[in-house]
């Protein structure tokens, strides 16, 4: 009750559709009654896009007069387990992980790819560049946040398994089984991390990954007691 409540898809180093999006709740949100508005960020802020750095920038310093929420993306999870596993570097990479780098001025060495020694030193190397307040930030992301008939996650949650007791490999990555399902999940489930060209809306489920990082449409799902509507920024190209 008396709530309004913002979700931000898949973002991918799109800083400047984050700040037009921002704008665009901000107005929003003046022509409401509701005295509660939250933001619910869902993950995948990094990789892919220009400015991973920027986009953490603007995590950290929300529009005024908003409580916020940032789930955990599986872009995040991969960029925390490099910090900590400099092997799984290759497949970060093959995953849009070098634009993360680039955006904290790092660039990936000469034959990085066939050397282990090489890896540990990138890994040290974003270790050393990350700020602290962004490795605070990326530290405390949340798996899951509810609220009244709506539950967000990231990727999605594996059917007939209850909420309190999904395993958060299905919470980050999960697809098919999820995509496809018919079933009362027992809440309407808002996620990203699955592109499509439209927002997504089923009876148990709303899908809202755009593909920012390439269509220039980032995509924000508005609730508010029992109305649905949606913001999207402007494509950059058509198809």
Do not use: K
């Not at 020694?117 to 509810?146: M, Q």
């Amino acid at each position: 009750a008396d709530s309004a409540i913002y979700a931000i898809g898949d973002v991918h180093g799109r800083a400047d559709l984050l700040d037009a999006l921002h704008e665009a709740i901000v107005a929003d949100a003046a022509r409401r009654a509701a005295r509660r508005r939250v933001i619910v960020w869902l993950g995948d802020y990094v990789d892919r896009g220009p400015d991973s750095r920027g986009v953490i920038d603007r995590l950290l310093s929300p529009p005024a007069g908003f409580e916020t929420v940032a789930l955990l993306g599986n872009h995040e999870d991969f960029m925390l387990g490099f910090l900590e596993d400099p092997s799984i570097g290759p497949h970060w990479m093959m995953n849009g992980g070098g634009a993360t780098l680039a955006s904290y001025d790092i660039a990936l060495m000469d034959s990085c790819f066939f050397r282990a020694d090489r890896w540990a030193a990138l890994s040290r190397a974003l270790r050393d560049a990350l700020p602290a307040a962004h490795r605070r930030l990326l530290d405390r992301l949340r798996l899951t946040h509810r609220e009244g008939d709506y539950l967000f996650v990231h990727a999605g949650i594996r059917p007939g398994v209850t909420l309190d007791a999904q395993e958060p490999d299905d919470l980050l990555w999960i697809r098919g089984e999820f995509l496809f399902s018919e079933a009362d999940h027992g809440a309407t489930v808002v996620h990203g991390h699955t592109i499509s060209t439209e927002p997504q809306v089923r009876p148990n489920r709303i899908g809202i990954d755009t593909g920012a990082f390439d269509s220039g449409r980032l995509t924000a799902l508005v609730l508010e007691g029992d109305e649905r509507m949606l913001l999207q920024t402007g494509a950059d190209h058509a198809g």
